[in-house]
């Protein structure tokens, strides 16, 4: 029985190649950063996104909805801290990549690899859900054990890299 779709592509071996997990895990950490986290949505439900300028509609027009009741300072602050978990998110990210394919390049074995991913990932879910809904100073302190957490994972895959040398 042949696995060849109709364009011939063969259909078994995507998730058999070595790439396909970090490459799952590198698409699913940029959509979440880039997309998830992006403070546009919200910006546009509450009526204050402004394409001229986007990066400075909470400075310039964030106080102003607020007086004119289109949110409240909490959803104002809210979406504050949604800007700040993306473009943390965003930054993040680029040692991720580098850690990941790092990896790839120095052999580093594919289950280490893919538990670095995964609690890569999950760190970060924890991250951006405490920096958007957890306003509170004690509980928000979750959200540096997070990022801890992720940016140790890609440590670990330099140094794994490193030693797998």
Known sequence: MSTTSTLGLNNTSFWSSPYAVPAAFLTWNWFYAYCVLASRTPKQWYGIDHNGSPRQDLNKYGAVAVKEGKLTQAQLDQIQRVEAASANSVEGYVL???SVLFGLIANVPSESLTTACTTYTIARLVYGY???????????????ISWWVANS???YLFWKGAVQG
């Open 96 to 98: 991720f990549v580098a």
């Open 130 to 144: 405490v920096y958007v809904f957890v306003p509170d100073d004690r509980w928000s302190q979750i959200r540096g």
């Open 153 to 155: 994972s890609c440590l």
